[in-house]
């Protein structure tokens, strides 16, 4: 009978030390395998107000977490998708929200029968099919019904938060069972002479701390899969070229909003995250084509309230390492690679990175098929998140900064141009192997952006043109009546998970 782990070290805190430590926790017991987390409070993390997808909710429910308990820990706010501001033409704004556009019709997708009335001169964008986008425009919210014959079944949400207060809360889980927190840095990682395998870290203070698996969560830094193991990024500057971030949060200014907004820039964007106790705000830009001091500028003109101190960068490359687990090392995090929050991504790679090593959960010899399969997957995962992040900064019309020339001129990857031809043909959207973003995601970005299809579905064509236009504008007049009745998002929220003041 193979062996099995008895010793698992997580190098790191954050959101992905804290997320892996109690992902495993949950699963394995104390006395089985010995789960220690190094971290150094001296080392700060990049922990700015944190904007997530859906998915976290799964996560959050396998750990048997409570929902109200978890908002009011981290300040958490609903989140029902992302405002786009002047990204396709500058003054245009649509809404990416979770959640299908309307129902779909005899196996045919919702938006071929929008389009058909669309051409037919249906004034109504996408969005206004969408009870989510709805919702979130008349900032309301409501938990979605059960019943799938409810409107209300159609309402999908996440959530923004304190990414702090989440690895605090986060911790506080691990350590009730049983994960051991050790402080300290790391001065020195020793290998075996033969595997290469880690097998002990030296932290400052003389302490060694031995493991067989290595969770490598140590943020850009990359401790051990880069500094100890050299693997190295792989480069995707020439489709994203953003390459700084500049963080601050500011008080809040009106009402909570359900929604993060992401406003297009000279030589990037600008993100605004509202959580419960403030709003934090940050601006992605590429230093090729904008300074600092710029940069800075833009970003304090942006913020709707008073700043709560000073703007702090973020240095960045976006991509990931060739390899996310190597010898008997995993990156989790930041050290694995990084996509820009432009979809709020973040979480989720960290997120599938956790749960597909849980699938995979290898004995202590970790066969190479093990290993192969994990890194296959997760490459896969963070090519079609860049492709989407991608088709957000090609897909524009903008011609008015050096910046936007680039983007919209630059070369794609083969596998995002076969998309936008596809849609373009006659507005067809799939979903391969599992990808996060599904049909109704490409839709609103595509149409969001102005990339209109030459021609709707043959078989919609040929209904009768006011028949259709019936039966959507139904769907319309149903999403705008039940938003009118929800309560606003901060009386929902005042209700169900109001936070304690600090």
């Known amino acids: ?41 001296q080392i700060g993390t990049v922990g700015v107000g944190e904007a997530t997808i859906p998915d976290i909710i799964n996560f959050n429910r396998i750990l048997g977490i409570r929902e109200a308990d978890f908002m009011r820990a981290t ?47 249906n004034p109504h964008p996408i969005q206004d099919y969408s009870l989510c986008a709805v ?30 207060l989440y690895a605090r809360f986060l911790r506080q889980y691990a350590e009730e069972r049983g994960v051991r927190r050790i402080e300290g840095k790391v001065d020195e990682v020793l290998q075996d002479g033969e595997s290469g395998n880690v097998t002990t870290l030296t932290l400052d203070n003389g302490q060694q701390v031995e493991g067989e698996l290595f969770f490598d969560c140590s943020g850009f830094r990359s401790l051990l899969l880069e500094k100890t193991l050299g693997v190295q990024m792989i480069d995707w500057r020439h489709w994203l070229p953003c390459d700084t ?107 599938e990175g956790i749960s597909r090593f849980i699938s995979l959960f290898p004995d202590a010899s970790i066969p190479d098929v093990i290993r192969d399969e994990y890194n296959r997957f997760m490459r896969t995962e963070f090519e079609q ?31 995002l141009q076969r998309k936008i031809d596809l849609f373009r043909e006659g507005g067809r959207a799939f979903r391969y192997e599992e990808e996060l973003f599904g049909r109704a995601s490409w839709v609103a970005v595509f149409l969001g952006q102005n990339i209109m299809p030459k021609r709707c579905d043959p078989i919609v064509a040929n209904l009768p043109l006011a028949d259709v236009t019936r039966s959507v504008e139904s769907m319309r007049s149903g999403m705008e009546s039940a938003a009118k009745q929800m309560p606003s998002h901060e009386e929902f929220i005042r209700r169900y998970c109001a936070a304690v003041p600090a």
């Open 1 to 41: 009978m193979a062996a099995s782990f008895k010793n698992i070290v997580i190098v790191g805190g954050g959101s992905a030390g804290w997320m892996t430590a109690a992902a495993l926790s949950s699963l394995l017991k104390p006395k089985d395998v010995s789960i220690t987390l190094v971290e150094s409070d």
């Open 135 to 164: 919702a979130a425009k008349r900032n309301k919210f409501i938990l979605p019904e059960q019943d799938p014959r409810s409107v209300l079944s159609h309402i999908r949400y996440a959530y923004h938060f304190d990414a702090t």
């Open 75 to 121: 300040n958490a706010t609903f989140k029902l998708g992302i405002e786009f501001a002047d990204w396709g033409r500058k003054g245009d704004t649509y809404i990416h929200p979770f959640g299908a556009h309307g129902v779909d019709m005899q196996g045919i997708d919702f938006h071929q029968y929008w389009l058909h009335s669309h051409n037919g001169g």
């Open 385 to 415: 998140v860049r492709d989407f992040i991608i088709l957000h900064y090609y897909a524009t019309e903008r011609d008015d900064t050096p910046f936007w020339n680039y983007c919209r001129t630059m070369s794609i990857p083969e596998t």
């Open 245 to 351: 971030a500049l963080a601050v949060a500011c008080e809040h200014a009106g009402p909570l909003l359900p929604y993060t907004r992401s406003t297009a820039k000279d030589a990037g964007w600008q993100w605004r995250i509202p959580t419960q106790a403030r709003t934090g705000n940050g601006h992605i830009y590429c230093s090729e084509y904008m300074s600092e001091d710029e940069a800075t500028s833009v970003l304090l003109d942006g913020l709707d309230g008073t700043p709560l101190g000073a703007p702090r960068p973020i240095r960045f490359m976006t991509g990931h390492r060739k390899d996310f687990w190597v010898k008997n090392c995993i990156a989790i995090g930041l050290s694995a690679g990084f996509l820009e929050p432009l979809e709020s991504t973040s979480i989720y790679l960290i997120q």
